[in-house]
């Protein structure tokens, strides 16, 4: 039987937010669930510590860095119509390599990488696509930051009623349904807006509706850890019925699932012991939860130290489906096949970050990273203090040294940052030229 993949990618979630993670509120029992009947990684990285720089990477398994709309932190809804900042079209991604092996590919969810024309993701190998195409969205009216509606299905404007997470989490369900009826393999894509804000809980209706068409959504409204809480656990009730599609359509065997977010979490996420969020190179802004089901072969119950980030599912799923990245397009990340069927095995590799927000740079050695914010250099070690409170630069200075200069010959292979790419904190809004 062909290998299925379901990448669920959740938004801004922190590392410790699950239960699985050692999170303090029963939110997530149908990921706790999977983690049981499958695989969670300790050391899982995002590849940046904001969103569309990771789907970059997600899309292309290279860091995103190779590409000029990655530049973005992140890319902004006043870029609509850009015909640069974007996925280029003719950039081979993990959905157009499998849809060129015969997969059934969908994404259902957010994009954020890139504004039609020139960019979608019917251009980048999708079959299907249902959701918004730009950062933050309202749940309800379905607005951008900016107060335009932001819901589209394959390329055409639609106006659906109900909660967006609901609207997601019913369209999935669906297209398993339809994959296990055709037999087809399948990429599902499942790329939620929750737990980003404005956060607002399927019961918050009114309150959205008191923001009127056109008024923009400010980062500063709302919320409570309460309310961020019941955002992530109605992911999981879909998320639990897409585990359920998967069991009714007599496919689970043979699907991989993988949940993830695609940085560190926000204002009210639990990274416990973390320090640090989005848009910090700290554990907490990059590192992020990893939990991996493969019934035909990951065993069930098992955790594994294996270093992974975001560009690593790409060279793993297209392993797993039996063909590779684009000869001219090689992929910067590692397939962790060999870890989902035996969790033991770990190998090791230098990771690599970069922003040009507080001009951050982190590289990850074994179990020594090394970090700079704007001036300031630090040494950890991640796996004895992952809270990253003890700079050990002044004890190692060798190491110190070693490591800096490993993130300078890694950094000289890639694309300079422009001197026109935006830094925006908060979506819409440009806090640093």
Not at 64 to 91: C, F, N, W
Not at 281 to 289: N, Q
Not at 366 to 382: A, Q, S, T
Request: proline residues 7%; charged residues 25%.
């Amino acid at each position: 039987m062909p290998t299925n993949f379901i990448f669920i990618l959740a938004d801004d979630l922190g590392y410790a937010d699950l239960g699985c993670y050692g999170g303090r509120a029963p939110v997530s029992p149908n990921i706790d669930r999977m983690a049981a009947e499958g695989l969670r990684f300790t050391r899982g990285y995002a590849n940046s510590a904001v969103c569309s720089p990771t789907r970059f990477a997600l899309a292309t398994g290279r860091y995103q860095y190779r590409i000029r709309g990655a530049a973005e932190e992140p890319i902004g809804s006043t870029m609509r119509g850009d015909k640069v900042i974007g996925l280029p079209p003719e950039h081979p991604t993990l959905a157009s390599r499998l849809a060129e092996a015969g997969y059934r590919t969908a994404l259902i969810g957010k994009w954020h990488l890139g504004f039609p024309p020139a960019f979608g993701p019917l251009a980048s190998g999708y079959h299907e696509h249902f959701g918004p195409l730009s950062g933050g969205v309202d749940y309800f009216t379905h607005q951008d930051s900016f107060g335009a509606h932001d819901l589209f299905e394959d390329g055409n404007e639609v106006h659906r009623d109900g909660y967006l997470t609901d609207l997601l989490s019913n369209r999935a369900v669906d297209f398993v349904q339809r994959s296990a009826r055709s037999r087809q393999p399948f990429l599902l894509s499942l790329h939620y807006t929750a737990p980003h804000w404005p956060w607002e809980t399927r019961d918050d209706g009114e309150l959205a509706k008191s923001f009127g068409k056109g008024r923009p959504i400010y980062h500063l409204d709302g919320g409570s850890i309460h309310a961020y809480r019941r955002m992530i656990h109605h992911m999981d009730e879909g998320i639990g019925r897409v585990l359920g599609a998967l069991d009714d359509g007599g496919i689970a065997r043979d699907t991989i699932v993988v949940f993830t977010s695609d940085n560190g979490g926000e204002r009210f996420s639990d990274n416990w012991p973390l320090v640090g969020g989005k848009m910090d190179l700290m554990e907490g802004g990059i590192r992020v939860p990893y939990v991996v089901r493969w019934p035909a072969r990951t065993p069930a119950g098992t955790v594994t130290e294996q270093p992974a980030i975001t560009m690593d599912w790409v060279p793993t799923f297209l392993e797993a489906a039996g063909t590779s990245a684009h000869p001219d397009y090689p992929s910067d990340g590692l397939s962790l096949v060999k870890t989902l069927g035996d969790p033991a095995t770990v190998t090791e590799r230098p990771l690599f970050w970069r922003m040009k927000h507080k001009e951050q740079r982190a590289m990850l050695a074994g179990r020594w990273k090394y970090l700079k914010i704007n001036e300031h250099e630090y040494l950890f070690d991640v796996v004895s203090d992952e809270r990253e409170r003890a700079n050990l630069a002044k004890r190692h200075p060798e190491r110190l040294s070693e490591m800096r200069a490993g993130w300078e010959t890694w950094d000289a292979t890639m694309p300079p940052i422009p001197d026109e790419a935006g830094v925006r904190l908060v979506y819409g809004r440009k806090d640093m030229p």
